[in-house]
């Protein structure tokens, strides 16, 4: 998003068995289109709360994306 602010909320380590990542966590806020690189993002939508507990039981998500989401929704 240029021009969109972002402000730092944490940097995130993820060890698993399949290896480790570093990463940062963003929020941002944007009333313009969003586009993602469509050779990285398979979907995107915006979904509610609600619907997004229901995505997490019942797809498939990485591993490290799921730690993101606890850490997030438990701030």
Known sequence: MVGAE?????????RGPGGQAWGAVYEGRW?????????????????APQELDRMLGDLPFCPDSREIFERLRSR
């Not at 972002?6 to 993820?14: M, S, V």
């Not at 990285?40 to 939508?45: F, H, I, L, R, Y």
């Open 31 to 47: 009333d313009g289109a969003v586009r993602p690189q469509e050779t990285e993002v398979a979907w995107q939508a915006w979904v």
């Open 6 to 14: 972002l402000r730092f909320l944490f940097k995130h380590r993820y």
